[in-house]
């Protein structure tokens, strides 16, 4: 009995350390756009339409950091699904942020709209 015990313990060590590395992300492409997310996400926090300038000046940087993560060829990655998410989803509370009332009009808004 005692001989399975240290290879049950070198089975446990292998398989934390897989499931660490498999939640890395999948290049430093990758790992640079979360951090940058992150930090996007903590300045976004608060801001109201008042500071409309702040909003569009994390647009203008996260809009470089999203090209960035473009440019991965691991994008089939969960990581960089993630990223992506996160980016598109900071992005529109951005957008709504810098341009409160101009919410693009509904299809049946538009349907509905007489002709000119």
Not at 72 to 89: G, I, K, Y
Not at 91 to 116: C, D, I, N
Request: glycine share 2%.
């Amino acid at each position: 009995m005692t001989f399975l015990r240290p290879g049950l313990i070198l089975i446990l060590m292998l398989s934390t350390a897989l499931t660490a590395h498999a939640a890395e992300p999948a290049d430093s492409t990758i790992k640079n756009a979360l951090a940058d997310i992150a930090r996007f996400e903590q300045q976004a926090q608060g801001l109201t339409p008042a500071r409309a300038a702040n909003a569009k000046r994390i647009l203008r940087l996260l809009e470089v950091s999203h090209e960035r993560l473009q440019s991965s060829s691991h994008q089939s990655d969960p990581s960089w699904q993630e990223a992506d998410q996160r980016f598109t989803a900071l992005k529109t509370q951005l957008q709504q942020l810098t341009e409160p009332g101009s919410a693009a009009p509904s299809a049946a808004a538009v349907a509905s709209a007489p002709a000119p």
